[in-house]
């Protein structure tokens, strides 16, 4: 794609929460009865998740962005049956939201997806398996497992990823007895373990803090049916707020003014970075390092801390973004846990701009090249989480092309 240096106007909706939506989808699969999810965007990511909950004897339709999902969680508990295919695409959601639930029978399952997936790390679960005598085996790019899991106490790393936590909750309370969640670290990702807790409240499950640091969740707890709607997702509404601050004029509606999401702080830390050199702490929010590190390249540079989990990303996000970046004339230092974009001198690169398979690596650089231009490859993978984004683009003024023909694949659309 070829984009050319403009200005962003107009109005932009933000799309739904992407986070929220596997959260709903997952817990009305687990209800007895039917619940009608609204406000879905159909991100790969999403039909992931959607192929998934059927395997756990879910029934779905679809019209439009309306998910109608009658839950059998009956189905989960036999013992007897065929072995289950979790096909997971490029979802690390999808994957460890549903190996937990993969444990509630001793029929076989196998995980599999993308290769870049089936290398993301597993060993919260792996260390699990191991106390609890289930069969947790990795070859050839497929996970498989076997054995049903215990209630009981976990003792979990705060410091990784909450999907791991949150895969633990949706499965916990279905158990016979109690568990507990002691988080043994520092929290990071707080902010999405909150979005569990709530999604789960919605579809009639209580889990509850005991402290700090430690969960608790009853067991004998059954999901409720209900009807919900998705609301917008601030982490996408980040690239659009980028712009305004690079001198576009962006009316952002659709958001959720009391809203759980961590990426909300966006706003906040993008004002940090306009008004000169500044410090950010992202561990609570990784999925914004990409497009941050793309403000601080336009005002005076910025620190980030709490950059280590951005290794493990779609691609290795800290990385990709300073060797990327690298080519608009910026300099950077990368280390365990920190990355510091320097004050530089903005150029058009003159090379072409990798995205590296990563969503959120290329809309971070096209935000980029509506200031200086240049062209940009890999641009599918937006369909991961927001296969709207080039069009919205479109709409709202920016100037690019496609530079050869049936590359577009309909993004621009």
Same mark, same amino acid.
């Given at each position: 794609?070829?984009?050319?240096?403009?200005?962003?106007?107009?109005?932009?909706?933000?799309?739904?929460?992407?986070?929220?939506?596997?959260?709903?989808?997952?817990?009305?699969?687990?209800?007895?009865?039917?619940?009608?999810?609204?406000?879905?965007?159909?991100?790969?990511?999403?039909?992931?998740?959607?192929?998934?909950?059927?395997?756990?004897?879910?029934?779905?339709?679809?019209?439009?962005?309306?998910?109608?999902?009658?839950?059998?969680?009956?189905?989960?508990?036999?013992?007897?049956?065929?072995?289950?295919?979790?096909n997971c695409n490029e979802s690390g959601s999808t994957l460890r939201f549903f190996i937990?639930?993969?444990?509630?029978?001793?029929?076989?399952?196998?995980?599999?997806?993308?290769?870049?997936?089936?290398?993301?790390?597993?060993?919260?679960?792996?260390?699990?398996?191991?106390?609890?005598?289930?069969?947790?085996?990795?070859?050839?790019?497929?996970?498989?497992?076997?054995?049903?899991?215990?209630?009981?106490?976990?003792?979990?790393?705060?410091?990784?990823?909450?999907?791991?936590?949150?895969?633990?909750?949706?499965?916990?309370?279905?158990?016979?007895?109690?568990?507990?969640?002691?988080?043994?670290?520092?929290?990071?990702?707080?902010?999405?373990?909150?979005?569990?807790?709530?999604?789960?409240?919605?579809?009639?499950?209580?889990?509850?803090?005991?402290?700090?640091?430690?969960?608790?969740?009853?067991?004998?707890?059954?999901?409720?049916?209900?009807?919900?709607?998705?609301e917008g997702d601030y982490s996408n509404a980040a690239f659009f707020e980028a712009l305004?601050?690079?001198?576009?004029?962006?009316?952002?509606? =659709?958001?959720? *003014?009391?809203? !759980?999401?961590?990426?909300?702080?966006?706003? +906040?830390? #993008?004002? &940090?970075? @306009?008004?000169?050199?500044?410090?950010?702490?992202?561990?609570?929010?990784?999925?914004?390092?990409?497009?941050?590190?793309?403000?601080?390249?336009?005002?005076?540079?910025?620190?980030?801390?709490?950059?280590?989990?951005?290794?493990?990303?779609?691609?290795?996000?800290?990385?990709?973004?300073?060797?990327?970046?690298?080519?608009?004339?910026?300099?950077?230092?990368?280390?365990?846990?920190?990355?510091?974009?320097?004050?530089?001198?903005?150029?058009?690169?003159?090379?072409?701009?990798?995205?590296?398979?990563?969503?959120?690596?290329?809309?971070?650089?096209?935000?980029?090249?509506?200031?200086?231009? =240049?062209?940009? *490859?890999?641009? !599918?993978?937006?369909?991961?989480?927001?296969? +709207?984004? #080039?069009? &919205?683009? @479109?709409?709202?003024?920016?100037?690019?092309?496609?530079?050869?023909?049936?590359?577009s694949d309909g993004l621009d659309n």
């Amino acid at each position: 794609m070829i984009i050319n240096p403009s200005k962003a106007k107009g109005v932009f909706v933000s799309p739904p929460s992407k986070s929220i939506a596997h959260r709903y989808l997952i817990c009305a699969a687990l209800a007895d009865g039917k619940s009608v999810i609204n406000n879905v965007a159909f991100s790969e990511d999403i039909k992931a998740t959607l192929e998934c909950i059927k395997q756990i004897g879910a029934e779905v339709v679809v019209e439009e962005n309306k998910i109608t999902v009658k839950g059998n969680p009956k189905a989960l508990f036999l013992n007897e049956g065929n072995p289950k295919t979790f096909n997971c695409n490029e979802s690390g959601s999808t994957l460890r939201f549903f190996i937990p639930l993969s444990m509630l029978n001793n029929i076989p399952s196998r995980f599999a997806g993308s290769k870049v997936l089936m290398t993301r790390p597993l060993s919260v679960y792996e260390e699990i398996c191991r106390k609890q005598n289930i069969s947790f085996e990795q070859k050839n790019g497929v996970l498989e497992t076997c054995g049903k899991l215990n209630p009981g106490v976990f003792n979990i790393p705060g410091n990784i990823s909450s999907q791991f936590i949150t895969g633990l909750l949706f499965a916990l309370p279905l158990l016979d007895g109690n568990s507990e969640i002691n988080l043994t670290e520092s929290i990071e990702s707080k902010s999405y373990i909150e979005l569990t807790i709530e999604a789960l409240k919605d579809f009639g499950i209580d889990v509850q803090w005991k402290n700090g640091n430690t969960l608790l969740i009853p067991g004998k707890q059954s999901y409720k049916p209900k009807d919900i709607i998705v609301e917008g997702d601030y982490s996408n509404a980040a690239f659009f707020e980028a712009l305004n601050l690079l001198g576009g004029k962006v009316e952002i509606k =659709g958001l959720r *003014d009391n809203s !759980l999401q961590g990426d909300r702080i966006c706003f +906040d830390y #993008f004002k &940090k970075i @306009k008004s000169g050199y500044t410090s950010i702490d992202i561990s609570d929010c990784p999925d914004l390092g990409p497009v941050l590190f793309v403000a601080a390249v336009c005002f005076k540079g910025a620190e980030f801390i709490g950059t280590r989990r951005l290794k493990i990303k779609e691609s290795d996000r800290g990385t990709v973004m300073c060797e990327e970046l690298s080519k608009f004339g910026v300099k950077s230092l990368q280390e365990e846990n920190r990355i510091i974009i320097y004050e530089s001198n903005l150029k058009k690169p003159e090379q072409l701009v990798c995205g590296h398979n990563d969503h959120r690596v290329v809309m971070s650089l096209a935000v980029l090249m509506t200031v200086t231009g =240049g062209k940009l *490859d890999g641009v !599918l993978a937006v369909k991961k989480s927001f296969p +709207d984004f #080039f069009r &919205k683009l @479109k709409e709202l003024e920016i100037d690019f092309k496609f530079d050869a023909e049936g590359e577009s694949d309909g993004l621009d659309n």
